[in-house]
Structures are given as structure tokens and as C-alpha cells.
């Protein structure tokens, strides 16, 4: 275990934490640290494994908030839906950066799913690809390309025709 601030190894042991987790102090320069200080956890109120318990619901089942906050308490955590809010914002695109690693290669079948949109008051080519098994495929995601003209513009899904009714 090294100081996360200068890295001497020259460390001991300082208590636990409220969690429960071993407390560290660096002979160097003093500071008091944890194993998870220079982690995206790090001064957070709850355990990792609870964070990512509820971001993982808040996707896996389509809850909302406070339907993640409810299942956390009728397990005996009380955290509140603002709470789960924030771990979702913080913590769904780091857990989706790490996934990205495992996934599988994107396999010979796939449908490209597109609309425009406008978003704050600019018109947005927003796209998907999606194989066979659903995984979205790379690259996905939205460019702020200006619109086609009017006649050749691919015309799909209903929010396209939304999107063109609005542009008039
Ligand atoms: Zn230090």
C-alpha cells in the first residue's frame, strides 16, 4: 500500500473507517488515506458494492430513483433518491467504460436505427447500430452534422417525420 499522495510505501496502519474499511497513515508526509482514496469511490458515504448495486438496478430494470432507493431500503440501506441520482450520473459512465473491454466483437448482422433532433435550437444527426445479440454497436452516437437537403434526406422512424414537421 503506498500514499496515494506521494507515494512513499513507508505506511501503517491508522484505525477504520465508518464503513469499516482499514484506515492508512503515511510516515512521509502524514496523510490519512484509504484502499479506496484514489478510486472514483473515494469520500463516498457508502460502500462501493452498494453503488454499484444501484446503478446496475437503475438500468438493468428500468427503475426510477426512488424505486432503487425503495429496494435498497426494504434491504436495510437508506440512501435517498437524489442520492441514486448522483451515483448514476457519476458512476453508469465509468462501470460503461470499463464494460466496454469485455464486450463481444460486434457480430455480421447489425440494423442502423437514425433521426434528427434539435437540441438547443441546432438540428443533430443522431444515430445507432445494433447487432443480432443487441449490442450497440461502434461507433454510436450523435454528430451535429447539418441536415441533407430536404428530398434525399432517409426518412425511417416517426421521430424523423416529427423532427421535419417541426423544422417548418
Ligand atoms: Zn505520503
Do not use: N
Amino acid at each position: 500500500m503506498a500514499c496515494p499522495r506521494c507515494m512513499s510505501v513507508s505506511v501503517t496502519k491508522d484505525g477504520t473507517t465508518q464503513l469499516g474499511g482499514q484506515r492508512f497513515r503515511c510516515g512521509l508526509c502524514g496523510r490519512r488515506f484509504t484502499r479506496r482514496s484514489s478510486s472514483a469511490f473515494s469520500g463516498r458515504a457508502f460502500a462501493d458494492d452498494i453503488i454499484v448495486l444501484a446503478v446496475r438496478w437503475y438500468v438493468r430494470y428500468r427503475l426510477s430513483y426512488a424505486e432503487v432507493s425503495e429496494w435498497l431500503a426494504e434491504r436495510g440501506v437508506l440512501v435517498d433518491q437524489s442520492t441514486v441520482y448522483r451515483w448514476v450520473q457519476r458512476f453508469l459512465p465509468l462501470i460503461g467504460e470499463v464494460a466496454r473491454k469485455y464486450r463481444d466483437p460486434v457480430g455480421p448482422d447489425w440494423r442502423v436505427d437514425e433521426t434528427y433532433a434539435r437540441i438547443r435550437g441546432r438540428w443533430h444527426y443522431i444515430y445507432r447500430a445494433i447487432d443480432g445479440r443487441g449490442q450497440i454497436a461502434p461507433p454510436a452516437g450523435s454528430s451535429s452534422a447539418p441536415l441533407p437537403p430536404a428530398g434525399r434526406r432517409r426518412v425511417g422512424s416517426s421521430p424523423t417525420k416529427r423532427a421535419r414537421t417541426r423544422q417548418r
